[in-house]
């Protein structure tokens, strides 16, 4: 059964992505696109709708939660009412982000899969080849993002570039890229595109990772805890600081970083 749901959202990604593709296309009036252009600029913009379209679904909740007291009960956070002037103001330096640090990136990230021959006219030729690569691709996403992230929560790098995205205790969906721009690039642009790259992900698998990518990141940052989502893990962060550096999990155990960590190594210090 779960296996068939994957199949399914897969199937649907594919046709909504060839969908895009063939609007783009017609758009442009030509019938093939390069490489560079199609996981430069096709990806980008792609990116751009998945990202606006997923903080539009939680700007909703907040702005219905905020006004009506609706899904207040599922906020992590209740008691911190939303700012919007800032909530406003980290919409703009965003979408500033997107259109400075994240379109640049791409282009750099098109040209990069041109020269590494990474293909465009297949998905994956296989369901194991498919898993194989996006857990590859998880682990890279791990790594990168824990270190350069446990990098930003040094003093230096918390006091100079961090602290901008750390202004939200009780984050939004939108502030997941209200960041400064040398991080916005060094730990959620780069952990993001090393892993395709290095397993010459053809362009749909790197849209549908990029597709779990940004919802993931929304959502963690959204202040919401449903049973189907929760964001409980990155709120402790940005309420405490110094634990859940991770995106899986995995180095938080290893390294002893997790939220539990802090509470006991606090319990056994008292």
Partial sequence: EYMGTVKRIIEIA????????GVYNS??????????EQFGIVAFIYSEIVYWVVCSFFMALDYYSASAGLWKEYKIQPRKPVNWKKYGNSSLMAACNHAFVSLPSMLLF?????????????WFESH??????????????????????????????FR???????????????????AHPV??????????????????????????????????TCCVHSGYNFSWLTAL????????????????????????TRYEDLISSRSKSS
Wanted: proline share 3%; net charge negative.
């Fill in 233 to 256: 893990g990155h709120d402790q962060h940005h309420s405490a600081t110094k634990c859940n550096f991770g995106v899986l999990n995995i180095l938080d155990y290893l390294h002893g």
């Fill in 27 to 36: 758009l442009r009036g030509i019938d093939e696109i390069s490489p560079f």
């Fill in 183 to 216: 991080e916005h690039f060094a730990s959620n642009l780069f952990p993001s595109m090393v892993g395709p790259l290095v397993v010459g992900a053809s362009f749909n698998v790197t849209m549908l990772w990029f597709t779990l990518a940004i919802t993931n």
């Fill in 128 to 157: 194991e080849q498919l898993a194989t690569q996006i857990v590859i691709i998880l682990i890279f996403e791990e790594i990168f993002f824990y270190y350069s992230h446990r990098l930003l929560h040094t003093t230096w790098g």
């Fill in 14 to 21: 594919m046709i909504f992505m060839e969908a895009f593709l």
């Fill in 110 to 122: 098109g040209y990069l899969q041109q020269l590494r021959g990474s293909r465009l006219d297949i």
């Fill in 160 to 178: 100079n570039i961090h602290c901008v995205h750390h202004e939200w205790e009780a984050p939004v969906a939108v502030t997941a890229t209200y």
